[in-house]
């Protein structure tokens, strides 16, 4: 490749959007390089490990038969921790054991971005590894290049696509967002550990290429806005926690605080029992929020996936992989259009806006919308409420001579003591609002 070499499009970022965007222009013909600062593509990605897959599934059909997933999710799990104790919800569909298995798989990404930068290449893609893009090159307001730290250095396309992630440096330089700020930001660390096979199986009571995700709430993250979770690989669990920034910060704590006291949990202690660690990661998740949303294009340039804060801040779902790999698609059909009119004014780019809100990326994204503002003026949801929840739970079935008339009163009396009536009405409408 020689220095100053153009392509109809420069991609920044091997990860879900990046690699969707790539895989789909080269299909339809254009020429594309795929920049990635890391090793290889997946070597620097963290994710919980739940890949949502209605995208893939459209752009590679039935791609679980060659992918490298862990396992398809057939049991969620929800739970309130209070220091000691918990309160869990389970379930379980047989039709999510059969295809296209909810579109809900565990990955490791180190595995997955690999498998599906190879798609991609074979599509026609060039990917270059240990490419650190610094600066998008622009001339007047248009984006024309990008300046890499590659020894043949600058490369130029009609369309760049930003898909580097969260920090995001070049949409920043660019303009098109503010600098993070600590209230729109989650921090994440996960564990990778290692168990045998049938020591997983036999522990979450699962079996062949089952798998479950486990999402705690309450003391998981000591009472903070956030919540931990588990999923089960093949013969590994990912383990982790993800909480505000801000309350981080404010309490003084870090991520590894926290997933070590997670850990610690007699719930989890029993879970990740025996296990090895082989990795330890941390990284960020944005939550900007619908109604903070960066400015998505300008003349020659789309911004998608996590770099453009296209994640669902529901907890329920902690779906990013999604609307990245979706944003992805959108941009690359979107600079097929531009390419046919041969227009990529920001205008001429119009149609990527017009297809997120069509979307379940922006019609999810103005949903939930609310979710971060209603955690920062109800604290009570995330620590005090949990923690009497299972307090009660645990008080109710203690078996004692007590009639249980009168222990049921017992209960309902502490309940009624501890928590403002009113409170807890207003504060249960606004959940069901912003989160239901
Ligand atoms: C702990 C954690 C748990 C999560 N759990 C889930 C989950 O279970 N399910 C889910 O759907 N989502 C989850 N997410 C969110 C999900 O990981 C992201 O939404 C998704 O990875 C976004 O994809 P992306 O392609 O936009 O960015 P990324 O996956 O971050 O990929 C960006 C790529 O760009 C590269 N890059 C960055 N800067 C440059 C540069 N200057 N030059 C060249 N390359 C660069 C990076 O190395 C990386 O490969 C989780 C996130 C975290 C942190």
Redo the contacts with the bound molecule.
Sequence with gaps: MASGEKFDCIV???????TTCAYTLAKAGLSVVL????EA?GS?????????STILNKVIPNFWEEAPVERRVVKKVFSVLSADSELQMGMRFENFNKPPFNNTFTVLRGKFDAWYAKKAEEAGVMILNQ???DKVITEGKKAVGVKTRLEDGDLFADMIVV?????SL?AERLGLRERHVPEHMVT?C?EVIALPKEVIEERFNIEGEEGVSLEYFGGSVKGMVGSAFLYTNKETISV?I?VSTRDLKYNKLTPNDLIENFKEHPSIRRLVKSGKLLEYSA???PEFGYDHLPKLTMDGLIL????AGF?NMNPMF?????L?MASGLYAAETIIEAKKKNDFSEGGLAGYRKRLEDSFVFKDLKRYKGISNFATKHPEFFKEYPELLVELAEDFFTVSETPKGKSRMAVIKKGLKRVNLLKLAIGMNRARKVMF
């Design positions: 920044v970022g091997a990860g879900p959007a990046g920049l990635e600062r890391g593509p620097k990605n963290v994710m919980g490990g739940i890949l949502y490419a650190v893009v898909a580097e992630g969260v920090g070049l994440c996960k982790g993800g990284h960020m998740i998608a996936g996590d770099a994640v902690h779906e990013g992989s999604n990245a």
